[in-house]
């Protein structure tokens, strides 16, 4: 019967083709403790509005009815003694990359859809490096700030992790605050603007500043002095977790990624086996399904 209205459809006259506009966005990556940077946020990939990297927008999928076509929502890194990249979010053949790790001291920030930002340092001349992010899908996390040798309780801040529109912000040194994440960008394809993308903010060295996750879901930076941790990152923005200040407080976690499909009305949308968890708006003529957790296939008909 299904396969009797599949074929229906495809032999109307003027019947629309099954064009797939999309935004991928992975999860962010997950800070580690110690001066750790801010974490880079997921890629971030779209045909609607803007994607990210400053990259041109990708080019929308015509796909074939009563196919399957694999989603995987990426989850966030985990914050952890050395940081966690983020997962990668898929649909069909697009792959979105994982955000970048927060670093820590002696240890650069990493690389991944948005890079991480560098470690802030104690009684060292320099920072670490920020990660590189992914052509198209996010920008480079900051460095770290050095703290002067021999002057102890100064510490420089750790960098922010970068976002999926603008880069991470170097630390500040000598008793420095950490450096706020880089802003994401703001995608319409539900109709809505909502930003996706945000890096976390670097953790502060001997520092009071909390400083401020990108525009998009990025964690808050932790500081030393009130001991205050990083913050997670936004859950379904991909938003980078915040960096651990100095001492004893600890990073945030990267939050979940999302994928959202925008398809003509005409069809329907199932998820084969399970495995996903989608909701469907109808938008005049075109159907939005946002997909928030899970991996499977989806299939139209």
Do not use: H
């Not at 920072?127 to 052509?135: E, N, V």
């Amino acid at each position: 019967m299904i396969g009797n209205i599949v074929a229906a459809i495809q032999s109307v006259p003027g019947s629309p083709p099954l064009t797939i506009d999309y935004l991928v966005v992975a999860g962010g990556g997950g800070s580690a403790v110690d001066w750790s940077g801010g974490s880079g946020a997921g890629g971030v990939r779209s045909t609607v509005t803007a994607t990210g990297g400053g990259g041109t927008l990708e080019t929308a999928l015509t796909l074939s009815p009563s196919t399957n076509y694999t989603v995987t929502v990426g989850a966030g890194g985990a914050a952890s003694t050395n940081g966690t990249v983020g997962n990668d979010s898929v649909f069909s053949t697009i792959t979105s990359t994982g955000g970048g790790l927060g670093g820590k001291i002696f240890v650069n920030g990493g690389t991944g859809g948005a890079g991480g930002g560098g470690g802030g340092n104690d009684n060292q001349l320099l920072g670490t490096s920020g990660g590189a992010g992914t052509a198209n899908q996010g920008f480079a996390g900051g460095a770290g700030g050095a703290d002067t040798p021999g002057a102890p309780g100064q510490g420089g801040g750790a960098g922010g992790g970068g976002g999926a529109g603008v880069a991470g912000t170097v630390g500040t040194s000598n008793a420095g605050a950490g450096g706020p994440g880089g802003n994401g960008v703001a995608v319409s394809i539900t109709g809505s603007s909502v930003t996706y993308g945000g890096g976390g903010g670097g953790g502060s060295g001997y520092s009071a500043t909390t400083p401020a996750g990108g525009t998009g879901g990025g964690g808050t930076g932790g500081c030393d002095t009130p001991s205050t941790a990083g913050t997670n990152g936004t859950a379904n923005r991909g938003g980078g977790g915040g960096g651990a200040g100095g001492g004893t407080t600890g990073g945030g976690s990267g939050g979940s990624g999302i994928v959202i499909l925008k398809y003509p009305s005409i069809y329907t949308i199932s998820n084969p086996g399970g495995g996903l968890t989608l909701s469907t708006t109808t938008s005049g003529s075109n159907k939005i399904t946002s997909v928030t957790a899970g991996t499977g296939n989806v299939s139209w008909a």
